[in-house]
């Protein structure tokens, strides 16, 4: 099975459409962080079946859906493909190309294809099964998953062994016996139940038919006449009750057939399907073998052809050597002639090469004497020359001397005068700059005056902007704490009115009777009409507890009328305070002495209830400490009610949170919002007046000069600014005035030193003229006989170059003539060699086609035969392929008819529950009837439902019968007629399920064996995939670090093949780590990578996938795993993501995955496939 591609669409960062094509060998995907490579890993995780979704790195499936950037829109599906060719027939399916495709749309639908047609995710894992790939497998190796296999993180290494070995679909079998089995286990004690059930009905229907027959005789006619009264009541019920209660046994049994049914044809069917197993991994074998004899005659013709090439080659180099033999023989004698001719052709040109050398020494030696005549001529005149230029020089330099001076002169009489002129203007300048200085000191000093004036006025304003914000500010604080009063008031008013409109604390007939408005106008509780003040509060309600929730009437009728309605409406009790029933008295105390309080002077009331305060308080008086309370007389409050003292009793304790609350909660109320009005208005009064005082704020800060003084400051501060540099320049121009004076001083001492000087420099310059003219007729002379020595010497020199030319032109020549002799020698003496090399090539050349013609008639024998033994194979395998396709469809058939067994006792439960809801609409109708029999017959309808009527008697014959026998029929007592018949009928149901209870107790047997079966045979095999894999992981061991390194594979409980876990042990570079965690990061890497290489020794997966595997390796090990993976890449083909550039230079292909726009991947791909790599070291460690 071969990868051949993956499309992405619009998962995670592939926005379009993008197709990564998968040939064999090595492809690598490279990219910068975050481009998106390791989103195709996921991809191909996920169309393959992923369903956790943290393994796809994400959150929801949602997530993987492209959601836009910044240019582009979010898309709605994700969709990716995997295609595959089933060229090993791996896959079981006769389609040579397969496409496995997954889709989820935004909505949340989503759905999965094989080959563009919908199927099932069993589906995808039934077609993967036992090929190396899954979520799971080791076809995928992350970074990460690389330290789960050195942890063992969930047994993953058991897990690769198990894949490695095949036994995936035996676990599956041995599942689902398992789930089969545990189904008939429940149906086993669902019967056992049933069994149970019936016994106990049995016992109890045998005690009943033996009292029955006891009795039978004695109840006989009571027992018919009463019998055949309910049958006249019932008639036309019993028949369709007897049909219905019959159908139902009829199809209970049915159903419990077909579970017994069920269970046998389940366990034939596994035991079927583990001898499908066993057939289709004996038809594997035989494919296998048939692809290997195959590939041995494909390898035996190429060789063939190679062996034909050969032949054919050998007998054209044969002809060739022939040919050159036969040419080489008579070039050699062209050669040697040619020889003879050189050599004397040397000898003439040796000899005209020593006649041009005599007289090249002749003309050389005339030359030389020229040569010392024109040497002393030019020397003669370059001395000339030399003293004519210093001569030239010292005249340059008192012409030069002269012209300064000159100039010097009229410069300084110039500046003299341009001196005299700047002095005269710098005067007037002054004049002007002194006047301008003492006008603008005046008006600076004028504005300074006006700007103090300001200032002053300011300043003042500021002051007063300053107290009206602090009187501002102390008037905000002032509110703020009213208005902190006045929230509290009236959170403390809402609070109380809550508690009043809601009666909280009050019982319900109070709060009934509150709530009928108009009786409630003119009866309020006494809590209500008292006010008492806050620190008495608690005091007085102590005293008046019993009595807060008594309703205070003007008269009895309004009490009455009060209780009537509680009466009628069930409300409960209220109690009631008559005023017309109260008569006044003065039982007020006298006046208390020291710190004691009458109550009455702590309570307001209103003087229509004044008389009922009086009774209930007159004589209670608060007092103000601990000390007061001992020792005053009567009914004492202690004020703050943590006591009450009476004549004979006291009681108190603590004082409760809310105690106080009740009293006066009316009054209170209205008092609060007198409170609350006057606070508001006290609120709007601070408003106003912080108002008032703001507006006088912004009145001052409009009077205030700030623009003015800024304005004033800026005008004196640009005329300070010009005055000072007025003065500036007037101070500039006094030192101008200063200076020029020394200046002009200095150029006349400086003119009259030049005048002086440049006389003598004339005189000078005089004397030089007439040395220059004289001396200038000596060298003209001197240069004439200069020029004929010249002329005589480069003619002479001419002569002697010419001469000189033709020798080198005749030496060149010789030495030609004799490097052509000698390499003529050398061709002669090269032909000859290779006609003796000729002659041995061509006698091994014909022994080399004598023995290829042999081996390539023996290797056409060889190739005869073996196609005989494949049309054998091949037939064989065809065979082997009918039988086992033949059973697979009697398998398939079975397992069709075990479909229709749960079919029909699914058909046979909906029966049995249509006949019972029936049975149920018949009780429901006869319920009544039921009652009415049991009361006045008292004869059970169940049991005379089922029966007919024996006599012909009318109803109203019966019930004369039946009054004239009801007195025998009290003496006799109860019995169940029909009890013997129950009896019967439930022993042979009873025996019926007896049956089909030994029938699952032999299906549960035979799914045990099937178990147990299975589990042997994955067991074997998974011991063998492990010794496999145990010796080859310490040879890759090996491989990948040194032969003196070792490692091994244990099994944790080797007792138990089926759960046991596997632990690894590795010693590299000479260490002896405890526990392979110990190790550095590349150890483990290359420690994992050994062990999953040794498990594709056994059982290549048909594509692996390694991402960012190599990050923890370094150089010299990147080597190592890139030959490795060369050496696998023979069998499987491999993906890696790298950032390693060794790793890159491994691979055929790579794709580049980029981010050229934001949050969008593309690919862009590189064939390397005309590269060679190199693996030969690896590759010989795992040979040896």
């Known amino acids: 099975m071969k990868l051949k591609s993956l499309e992405i669409k619009g998962f995670k960062s592939f926005a379009d459409k993008t197709v990564l094509n998968f040939d064999d060998g090595v492809t690598g995907v490279i990219g910068p962080n975050g481009c998106g490579k390791s989103n195709i890993i996921d991809s191909i995780r996920w169309v393959i079946g992923e369903q956790k979704i943290s393994q796809l790195r994400s959150e929801n499936l949602e997530s993987l859906i492209f959601n836009g950037s910044k240019n582009r829109n979010p898309s709605g599906l994700a969709e990716v493909s995997l295609t595959f060719e089933n060229t090993k027939n791996l896959l079981p399916t006769e389609f040579n190309t397969i496409t496995v495709t997954r889709k989820y749309y935004r909505n949340g639908d989503s759905e999965y294809r094989l080959n563009d047609v919908n199927c099932r995710l069993k589906d995808i894992h039934n077609l993967f099964m036992d090929t190396g790939i899954s979520t799971d497998s080791y076809a995928i190796i992350e970074l990460g998953m690389v330290d789960d296999i050195i942890k063992d993180k969930e047994n993953s290494r058991r897990r690769m062994l198990e894949q490695a070995a095949g036994i995936t679909i035996y676990k599956t079998r041995k599942r689902e016996a398992k789930l089969k089995l545990d189904a008939t286990e429940h149906d086993l004690a669902r019967i056992e139940d049933l069994l149970f059930e019936i016994n106990n009905q049995l016992k109890t229907l045998e005690n009943q038919a033996k009292k029955a027959e006891k009795y039978f005789e004695v109840k006989r006619d009571y027992k018919e006449t009463s019998i055949e009264l309910a049958k006249a009541a019932l008639e036309g019920f019993n028949l369709t009750y007897q049909e219905l209660t019959e159908k139902q046994n009829t199809e209970t049994d049915k159903k419990a057939e077909a579970e017994a049914s069920i269970a046998k044809a389940e366990a034939e069917v596994e035991k079927d399907k583990v001898t499908f197993i066993e057939k289709e991994t004996a038809l594997q074998t035989l494919q296998q073998q048939f692809n290997e004899l195959s590939n041995q005659l494909r390898d035996k013709k190429s060789n063939e052809n190679l062996a034909n090439q050969k032949l054919s080659h050998l007998k054209e180099k044969e002809q060739g050597l022939k040919d050159f033999i036969g040419k080489a023989g008579s070039q050699v004698k062209a050669i040697e002639e040619s020889i003879v001719f050189t050599e004397t052709q040397i000898t003439e040109e040796e000899k005209g090469l020593g006649e041009q050398s005599e007289a090249l020494t002749g003309l050389k030696e005339q030359l030389e004497a020229r040569r010392l005549v024109f040497d002393e001529k030019r020397k003669a005149v370059d001395d000339l020359r030399q003293m004519q230029l210093q001569i030239q020089r010292n005249r340059f330099e008192a012409e030069k001397n002269v012209a300064v001076a000159d100039t010097s002169i009229t410069n300084i009489e110039r500046t003299v005068h341009l001196l005299k002129d700047e002095q005269e203007q710098r005067k007037t300048n002054l004049e002007t700059l002194r006047s301008d200085k003492s006008q603008k000191e005046t008006s600076l000093h004028d504005k300074k005056s006006e700007f103090d004036h300001l200032t002053e006025e300011n300043e003042r304003i500021k002051a007063e902007i300053l107290s009206s914000q602090a009187s501002i500010e102390k008037l905000r604080n002032q509110l703020i704490g009213e208005n902190r009063v006045l929230d509290s008031k009236q959170n403390e008013y809402d609070l109380l009115k809550n508690l009043i409109d809601k009666m909280e604390g009050y019982p319900e007939s109070v709060k009934y009777l509150h709530n009928r408005a108009e009786w409630m106008k003119d009866a309020p509780l006494l809590s209500d009409i008292l006010y008492v003040k806050e620190e008495y509060r608690a005091a007085v309600e102590n005293i008046l507890e019993p009595y807060l929730n008594y309703y205070v009437v003007p008269n009895e009728e309004t009490a009455i009328k009060s209780i009537r309605l509680l009466e009628t409406d069930k409300k409960g009790k209220a109690k009631f305070f008559i005023l017309d ?78 105690e106080g609350k009740k009293i006066g909660r009316v009054k209170n109320l209205e008092k609060l919002a007198a409170d609350i009005k006057t606070q508001k208005e006290k609120c709007e009064t601070l408003k106003s007046q912080i108002e008032s005082i703001s507006s006088q704020v912004i009145h001052l800060n409009v009077s205030l000069k700030e623009k003015q003084l800024n304005d004033l400051q800026k005008e004196i501060n640009d005329l300070t600014n010009s005055l000072n540099a007025v003065t500036n320049k007037i101070e500039n121009l006094e030192q101008q005035e200063e200076r020029a004076l020394l200046r002009m001083g200095e150029l006349g001492k400086q003119l009259d030193q030049t005048r002086s000087g440049i006389s003598d420099t004339r005189g000078l310059l005089s004397q030089l003229n007439e040395k220059a003219e004289g001396h200038e007729a000596v060298l003209k002379e001197a240069s004439e006989s200069f020029m004929l020595a010249e002329e005589d010497f480069n003619s002479h020199n001419r002569k002697y170059y010419e001469a000189n030319l033709q020798l080198n032109k005749q030496q060149s020549k010789v030495q030609a003539i004799k490097q052509e002799l000698a390499f003529k020698q050398s061709q002669v003496a090269n032909l000859q060699k290779q006609l003796e090399d000729s002659e041995v090539q061509l006698a091994e050349a014909l022994q080399q086609i004598e023995a290829t013609s042999d081996a390539l008639a023996t290797l056409q024998e060889a190739i005869v035969a073996q196609m005989k033994q494949k049309e054998t194979e091949e037939a064989r395998l065809n065979e082997a392929d009918t039988q086992f396709h033949i059973f697979r469809n009697e398998l398939t058939e079975k397992e069709n008819q075990l479909r229709l067994l749960h079919r029909s006792k699914e058909q046979a439960d909906q029966a049995v529950s249509a006949i019972k809801d029936h049975l149920n609409e018949l009780k429901l109708q006869l319920a009544g009837m039921k009652e009415r029999l049991m009361v006045e017959f008292r004869v059970n309808l169940d049991d005379i439902l089922e029966e007919e009527r024996t006599t012909s008697f009318s109803k109203d014959e019966l019930q004369e019968k039946n009054d004239r026998l009801k007195k025998r029929l009290d003496n006799i007592g109860e019995v169940n007629p029909t009890a013997i018949e129950a009896f019967t009928e439930m022993k042979k149901r009873y025996d019926f399920i007896t049956e089909q209870k030994n029938d699952l107790v032999e299906a549960r047997q035979s799914l045990r064996q099937t178990i147990e079966e299975v589990e042997a045979a994955a067991n074997q095999k998974f011991l063998e995939t492990f010794n496999q894999v145990r010796e080859n992981f310490s040879k890759v061991f090996k491989a990948l670090f040194t032969e003196d390194d070792s490692a091994d594979m244990v099994l944790v409980d080797p007792d138990n093949l089926a759960e046991t876990g596997i632990d690894v042990v590795a010693k590299p570079k000479g ?25 594709y020794l056994i059982k290549p997966a048909p594509f692996c996938i390694l991402d960012e595997v190599d990050a923890p390796l370094d150089d010299a090990n990147v080597q190592k795993f890139t030959q490795m993976i060369r050496k696998f890449s023979k069998e499987s083909q491999f993906i890696i993501v790298t950032h390693n550039k060794m790793t890159m230079a491994s691979v055929d292909v790579i794709y580049g995955v980029t981010m050229q726009e934001p949050g969008v991947s593309k690919l862009v791909p590189v064939d390397f496939r005309g590269l060679e790599h190199e693996y030969d070291t690896v590759e010989a460690d795992l040979a040896t």
């Open 1071 to 1095: 260490k002896r780590p405890t526990s392979i965690t110990q190790l550095s990061g590349g150890e483990k890497t290359l420690t994992a990578t050994a062990l999953l290489f040794s498990i």
């Open 581 to 658: 029933r109260i008569v006044p008295e003065d039982n007020r105390l006298p006046n208390p002495a020291g710190n004691v309080t009458s109550a009455m002077d702590v309570v307001e009331v209103e003087d229509r209830y004044a008389a009922l305060a009086k009774k209930l308080l007159g004589n209670v008086c608060i007092a103000e400490d601990e000390e007061a309370f001992r020792h005053a007389s009567g009914v004492v409050l202690e004020k703050s009610g943590r006591m009450v003292k009476g004549d004979y009793s006291i009681s108190g304790g603590s004082v409760g949170l809310f």
